[in-house]
């Protein structure tokens, strides 16, 4: 069985991220864009994110994106490209990049979908292309002097969770 | 799938509630929205039915301290109960880092206990998680009720394993936090055997 592997992400592989998702957000005229894993946690954003309740808007979205995979083979589908919701004011494009991660694209009154779904379909390239080299590099081991050494979190003591929560 | 963010020194984890319809998941999540300091959570987001069924999931964010600088995120999820939801259970489960199965003490929901397990043992391997391996922890809730099955007899039939298990009463918030602190130290003990 393969087992479910962790995503971990550096300085340096989220940095390339944050770029793409920057010239993604302005060339597409969106308001926002927002990177999530399919299991619903948010990995970056682009774009006016200060006024967006992003935790609850990546969980929702990477829902919404499951149940629209589960509808498509129901109907005998591989998948649906996108889903998308039309509002009045405003508008989200969701669509799987290499079926490990969700792109949500906020639009506004000023965006194009045509405009966002030929950016979104560039961008999607260039964002799968970091990802592949993420699952390619050996795991880093914590060597001393290596720069990508993970830093060992240590032994877990009930004090440690006790803190986590606070006084509660 | 836990995230761990080394640039912004976040480690981010989904946790997922289960067990059999009306087993006391979603009354859970409200406990701990209601204890937890309002710093550290978001808002409880319910897709229930009019009827408050829990129709796709609950969902609670929680910001929890810091272990060793890394900034602890726990996303907590609900499943629907009902079996007719099986579709979206098994989407839940995507991803899950831990898992508490809630059973329902009462008597009669005994089948239902074994069942909800069985479907979770038979959706973890279907999303390519070991049973055997994922975290998983197991409340006895609904403590309360004068038909609630003895406590070894619910090991017999549900914890083969020898999981961590508690008893509750989650609408007074007996042992809720319990559960919740110990599936939260076995996925950041599991976190820390990767790292
Ligand atoms: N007596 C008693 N009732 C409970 C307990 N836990 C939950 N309930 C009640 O059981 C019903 C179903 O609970 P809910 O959390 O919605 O179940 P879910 O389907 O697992 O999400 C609600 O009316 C709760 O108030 C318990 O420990 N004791
Ligand atoms: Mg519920």
Request: proline residues 4%; glycine residues 6%.
């Amino acid at each position: 069985m393969r087992p479910i592997t962790n995503l971990v992400i550096y300085e340096e592989d989220l940095s390339r991220i944050n770029t793409c998702l920057s010239s993604l957000q302005r060339k597409a005229r969106s308001a926002a864009v927002l990177l999530i894993d399919t299991s619903g946690q948010l990995i970056a954003s682009a774009g006016e994110t200060d006024a967006l309740d992003t935790t609850p808007l990546a969980s929702l979205a990477a829902g919404s994106v499951a149940a629209a995979g589960a509808l498509a083979q129901l109907l005998g589908e591989k998948e649906f490209s996108f889903v998308f919701y039309d509002g009045e004011r405003k508008r989200l494009h969701l669509s799987l990049i290499g079926g490990r991660a969700i792109l949500l694209v906020l639009l506004d009154q000023n965006s194009a979908v045509a405009l966002v779904r030929l950016q979104v379909k560039k961008f999607s390239r260039e964002i799968e292309e970091v990802f592949t080299e993420l699952s390619k590099r050996p795991d880093p081991v914590a060597e001393e002097g290596n720069p990508l050494a993970k830093p060992n979190i240590g032994e877990i003591t009930d004090d440690d969770v006790e803190n986590l929560f606070g006084k509660g | 799938m836990s995230f761990i963010n080394y640039a912004a020194r976040e480690i981010n984890c989904k946790l997922v509630y289960y067990g059999p319809g009306l087993c006391g998941k979603t009354t859970n999540l409200q406990h701990i929205y209601k204890k937890v300091d309002p710093g550290m959570k978001g808002k409880l987001i319910s897709l229930a039915t009019e009827s408050e069924r829990t129709l796709f999931f609950d969902f609670l964010p929680l910001e929890l301290g810091a272990i060793r600088g890394f900034k602890t995120r726990f996303h907590l999820y609900t499943v629907p109960g009902q079996i007719f939801y099986e579709a979206s259970r098994r989407l839940i489960l995507k991803g899950a880092d831990g898992v508490v199965f809630v059973a329902d003490s009462q008597l009669e929901r005994m089948e239902a206990n074994i069942q909800s397990l069985a479907d979770m043992q038979q959706h973890l391997v279907d999303q390519g998680i070991d049973p055997d391996k994922i975290s998983l922890v197991i409340q006895y809730n609904k403590r309360d009720l004068k038909n609630a099955v003895p406590i070894d007899e619910l090991q017999k039939a549900l914890n083969s394993r020898n999981l961590p298990w508690f008893e509750a009463v989650a609408p007074q918030g007996i042992g809720v936090f319990e559960t919740l602190k110990a599936i939260a130290k076995l996925v950041m003990q599991e976190l820390q055997k990767k790292t």
